[in-house]
Each structure stands twice: as structure tokens, then as C-alpha cells.
């Protein structure tokens, strides 16, 4: 293993984050504190890994991340297995999101779609439902930001990577500074 090139692409992509997406990161932290201040919620999304992290996010909000506080309204949209299933079985793979937005969307809620390489369908799909039922849409996305980025409202992008591992740990940073961003605003 060459050590020195691991830790200069975490690095570079901690750089990333903490420098030329500080300010998105700070806008997109504000919007999700509206929403949640007027009774929205957090629906979240993405594949394999990404889903991990959109449950991550969400148990974060739900919970607590690092305050004792009230919980803030979450869903990641990976998780109802049967929900999930049974629309890739009678419809498509591609619509186990777009459908749950569909079904869940209220006004002042938000999506927060994950995709490493930004062309995951279902979760493009998802950010089309959302914008079409009249959310604020956040990506999470990696590399040249794929189709993602030219469908959501707002864009964060681990742009310094193409290794998927990093642009994941970009994204948990992201996801992290979120959380601490939402707890410091919305702390009571």
C-alpha cells in the first residue's frame, strides 16, 4: 500500500471540503434549518454505500449528533425493504425512490440525494419527483457531478476525486458538518 498517496487523498479531499464547499456547505446547512423550523423534513437517498450514508444522516437528525436536543424530522428513503421491493418487482429499480417521494413529499420538506458518481437513475428520478412536487433538492455527488448535478437545487461535490472512497469521506464530512451546522442553529 502507498501511504503517502492514501493520506494525500484524504487530504485533498478534507481540503476540498473544508475550503471551496465551506460556503455551499454553510448555505445548504441554512436552507435545512428553514425547512426543519417550519415543519419539514429531511427525505434522503442513494445506493450501496450511499445509503449507508443517507441512514447515517438521518439517524443523526432523529437522534442527536453531538447536543441533547429535540429530534429533527429525518427519512432515509433505504430502508423499508418491503417498500423498496415490491417497486422494483411490480415497476422498476429505478423508481424505489422517485415513488417514496411521491407518496412522502409535503410542503417544506427537502431531498438530499447521494450519489458518488452522480448518475445513479433512481436517485436522479428521486431529485425529478422531488422538484416536480416542489422540494428543495441538495446532491451529494462526486467527480464531475454526473446527471445529478444538473437536476438539483443545490450541488456539493467532491470534485478533487474520482476514488470512490474518498469522495464517500468527503461526504461524511460534509454530512457531519451539516449535523453540527443544524445543532448550532437549532439549538434551544
Known sequence: MD????????????????TRLRPA?????AGMV?????????????NGGSAADAQ???????NRFQRERRPYAALALTTDTSVLTSIANDYAFDQIFSKQVEALARPNDMLLAISTSGNAANVCRAVEAATTAGLWTV????????GVSAL???VLCIAGSGVTARIQEGHIMIIHALCELIEE????
Open 3 to 18: 501511504w503517502d498517496g492514501f493520506a494525500e487523498g484524504h487530504l485533498d479531499v478534507a481540503h476540498e471540503v473544508l
Open 25 to 29: 456547505i454553510e448555505a445548504v446547512a
Open 34 to 46: 428553514e425547512r426543519l423550523r417550519q415543519g419539514g423534513k429531511v427525505l434522503l437517498c442513494g
Open 56 to 62: 447515517h444522516f438521518a439517524a443523526e437528525l432523529v
Open 139 to 146: 446532491a451529494l455527488c462526486g467527480g464531475k457531478g454526473g
Open 152 to 154: 438539483a437545487d443545490e
Open 185 to 188: 442553529a437549532l439549538a434551544e
